[in-house]
């Protein structure tokens, strides 16, 4: 079981650290932080025990739970700001628990208006976030690793609406990870129509529980995101713990 430890450590924090493990092993591991102070989660078993513990903290496989989203994975190819391959070929992706029964609402209520879900994006392991954060910097378009991402705790989701019955992306204005202020939700300089299809996706998940990100209309997460750990493992370790469970 590996967690990353914070590069300096006094002695008294290391008495601390050492007394509480020698008393509770998992919790011990569950508050040593990274150089940032954050806890990363790097170890499946740690993950298995923390789902144990709380079953909503489950990693789900959003294909094989909500068979219906069409998954354009953008950083499994290379169709992306960065233009090259940030996971490897993977076929669907994960979220918590919580966080797919929010999107199953969602997805519900789409349906009467004929409507779908494309993902672009939900898990992303932490060391991904730091890459990213080393091309733009820019916390308005990337998560700052000092804090981590709602991506990083699997309850946060790009995503856009498209025609259930074509499948074509409905007009939003920009493309996903456009990082101009005209991909901000509050930009309005915009057709009626597009501004109608923004709002749309906005509310029906806020309805279903979400949370939007100001400068990215495809950006949603869950809203109590201390509650979930930052995660740094793979898509395949996620995929073996899910079949364990």
């Known amino acids: 079981m590996i967690y990353r430890f914070a590069h300096t450590l006094t002695p008294t924090m290391m008495v ?28 499946a078993n740690i993950l298995k025990n923390e789902i144990e513990a709380d079953p909503g903290k489950k990693m789900e ?22 233009h090259r391959r940030l996971y490897p070929p993977v076929n669907s992706t994960y979220l918590r628990t919580a966080a797919v029964m929010a999107l199953q609402k969602a997805v519900l ?4 208006d004929h409507l779908a879900l494309k993902v672009f994006d939900a898990y992303r392991p932490y060391s991904i976030t730091q890459e990213m954060w080393q091309s733009v910097k820019d916390s308005r378009y990337a998560a700052d690793p000092s804090k981590g991402s709602g991506h990083n705790r699997g309850i946060a989701i790009d995503l856009t609406l498209i025609d259930a019955a ?19 939700g509050d930009f309005t300089a915009l057709p009626p129509r597009v501004l109608g299809n923004r709002q749309l996706l906005k509310t029906v998940m806020e309805d279903a529980g979400f949370v939007p990100l100001d400068t990215e209309w495809w950006h949603f997460s869950l809203p109590d995101p201390a509650h979930y750990e930052l995660l740094d493992l793979s898509f395949e370790a996620l995929q073996q713990l899910a079949w364990q469970h």
């Open 16 to 43: 601390s650290i050492l007394f509480c493990f020698a008393a509770h092993p998992v919790l011990a591991q569950s508050n040593i932080g990274n150089k940032y102070g954050l806890v990363v989660i790097d170890d």
């Open 61 to 82: 496989d959003l294909q094989k739970a909500i068979p219906s989203l069409v998954l354009d994975l953008r950083y499994a190819g290379t169709d992306n700001f960065l």
């Open 109 to 112: 209520r789409l349906r009467s």
């Open 166 to 184: 074509t499948g074509r992306e409905l007009d939003m204005g920009t493309g996903f990870d456009n990082f101009t202020d005209s991909a901000h």
